[in-house]
Each structure stands twice: as C-alpha cells, then as structure tokens.
C-alpha cells in the first residue's frame, strides 16, 4: 500500500481540524471526500448561512462535501458510500454511528486533543488548562462503541507554560494535530491497514480525569477556591468561552464581568469576593491570597486592561464584592 491508493474520507468542522486537512491535501494524500456540520445560521435573524472552517478550505481546493444534519440518514450513508474510501480521519467532529466509523476496510482514526485515556469528552483542551497540568498532547486512535475510548496508535506531548491560556494550547495542538495525523498515516501505510495499537486499559494513568462539554454555568468563577485554582480556571477558559463573576455594587444591580488573565499575588486574603483597589490595580480575595484582575470585560463592552476598567469606577469598586 501507498498513499497514492490510499482513499480517505475527511471528517471535522472547526478551525482546529483545518489544518490537519491541508496537512493532508499537501502532502498528496488522496482525500476522496470531506464531511463536516451543515452551515450555520448567523446574523441578527439568522437569515445568512455561515459554512464551517473545513467546508470553506474544501471549497477553496475543489474538495466533495457532505454536510449531514443526521449520521444515520440512509442517503447519506449511501452516498459515504460511493467514495469507496479505504480509511476515514475524524478531527474535532460528533460522535459517529458504528454504520459510518466501520464503513472503510481499515476503519477509522480520531485525533483526540489530548493523552488517552485522560482527558476523554467534548473540551480536553480547556480541562486539562482548568486542572493546572503541565503536560497535555494528543492522541491518534481507532474509533470504537465508546467515546474516546478505542485502542491507541500514537501520542505526542506538548508543555503547557504557567502563563499559558487555552488559546495558547489550542495552537499548539492545532499543529500538533497535524504532525500526528501525517506519523498515524505512515503507521497504516507501513503496516497494510493494520498499525500497532495499545489497549487504553492497558495504560496506567491513575485516576481518569474527564473533559465534558462546557456551558456558560460551568464557566462561573467560584471565589471560594483557592488563588491556583481559580488562575487555573480563567486562564483555562481564556479567550474563549471566558469565566465569568457577577459584579455587586451598593448603588445598582450585579454586572456580568468576564474575567480573561489574572496575576497571583503573595497578598493574604480576606472574605473570599471581597475586591481591593489600588492605584491602577484591581485584588480580589479567594480562598488563600488575592488575585489581581489584569484583563476583563462588562457585559456589552469590549475586553479591556483592568486600569481601563478602573476609569469612573474606582471609588464604586471600594464596597464592591464578586459572587
């Protein structure tokens, strides 16, 4: 086998997956077809269609494009079908039916933005910033009934600075992601379809850490943690979804705040939400040391330097507390 008779499927939708793809189309890979997540309602009546990343790179260099709303439909099963595909290559995409991952001889491979079995679920990226670990990566694997959960051809490690936001280790993932998946597919060539894998059972981790979806609760900040924790969390949700605090002032009601970079501090704290102003500085008290506030947004606003922020508010800020 070689990669010029090699036909393969590719299924991802976000930004993340784009880049593995043009790894692909690049390096002469035969990507006979791409499936990615119908094109999204946008603007103020969501009366225009917004394709996904993956679809506008498979416009842009003549790619086929499936777009199904259900896996299981039996057209578009049908119509998978036709491409003949030896092999599919999942990045950032659903969960697929047993019907679609087991379609080609060779199966299916998923690129997991984490190290298997830790970190199994819909954000590994954010969970594993949020929980303060040093090290993440990812993993190639074949899909099997589970989530995240069949046998493992390859890891790649990737350090996660202290100052790191997810934003950072998305990139580097991102590349990451790449490189693995062009390594996973060598694997497969060398091996006629059938690569060497280990059993995720098989790899001692300790306790599993999982990676559920994030919604917006799951980003409230809880001032009752202790100052790494609460680091750890806003850094792990920077830029994007953003942890947020609900702001109360004496003389009107609570403000959202989205709280993007903080500074730990050697400061000792006081009631846990209590806010401390000085000069241009904004501390907020956690469970053990205060944290000082360095990028933030209001509600309706735009992201801005905690001085900026401080501009008109100061003296509101003296009795003000996060909760």
């Given at each position: 086998m070689d990669k010029n008779n090699l036909r393969i499927v590719f299924m991802g939708t976000p930004e993340f997956a784009v880049e593995t793809l043009q790894a692909l189309v690049e390096n002469d890979y035969n990507v006979?077809?791409?499936?990615?997540?119908?094109?999204?309602?946008?603007?103020?009546?969501?009366?225009?269609l917004q394709p996904?990343?993956?679809?506008?790179?498979?416009?842009?260099?003549?790619?086929?494009?499936?777009?199904?709303?259900?896996?299981?439909?039996?057209?578009f099963l049908e119509q998978l079908r036709t491409y003949g595909a030896n092999l599919q290559i999942v990045v950032a995409f659903r969960m697929l039916p047993e019907a679609v991952w087991a379609m080609p001889e060779?199966?299916?491979?998923?690129?997991?933005?984490?190290?298997?079995?830790?970190y199994r679920g819909a954000a590994p990226i954010n969970w594993a910033v949020i929980n303060g670990e040093t090290t993440t990566g990812v993993t190639t694997f074949m899909l099997d009934h589970d989530i995240d959960t069949g046998r493992i051809i390859r890891k790649k490690t990737f350090d996660i600075p202290d100052d790191a936001d997810v934003g950072y280790v998305y990139d580097g993932l991102m590349h990451l992601s790449s490189e693995i998946c062009l390594e996973t597919l060598d694997d497969i060539i060398k091996a006629d379809g059938h690569p060497a894998t280990t059993d995720q059972a098989d790899v001692d981790t300790g306790q599993l850490k999982p990676a559920p979806k994030i919604y917006k609760d799951t980003c409230r900040i809880d001032w009752s943690q202790t100052a790494k924790q609460v680091y750890d969390f806003v850094?792990?949700?920077?830029?994007?979804?953003?942890?947020?605090?609900?702001?109360?002032?004496?003389?009107?009601?609570?403000?959202?705040?989205?709280?993007?970079?903080?500074?730990?501090?050697?400061?000792?704290?006081?009631?846990?939400?209590?806010?401390?102003?000085?000069?241009?500085?904004?501390?907020i008290d956690t469970a053990d040391q205060q944290l000082e506030v360095v990028e933030l947004q209001m509600e309706g606003k735009r992201r801005m330097a905690a001085s900026d922020f401080l501009n008109g508010l100061k003296d509101k800020l003296t009795t003000a507390h996060v909760e």
């Open positions: 006979v077809a791409v499936v990615t997540q119908p094109d999204k309602p946008v603007g103020r009546h969501g009366s225009v996904s990343p993956v679809k506008q790179y498979a416009l842009e260099h003549h790619l086929p494009i499936l777009q199904p709303v259900k896996m299981k439909d039996p057209d060779y199966g299916t491979f998923n690129v997991h933005a984490a190290l298997l079995p830790q850094r792990g949700l920077s830029p994007y979804p953003g942890a947020w605090t609900m702001l109360q002032m004496t003389d009107g009601k609570p403000l959202m705040l989205k709280i993007y970079r903080t500074l730990k501090t050697h400061r000792p704290s006081g009631h846990r939400g209590d806010i401390t102003v000085e000069g241009r500085h904004i501390f």
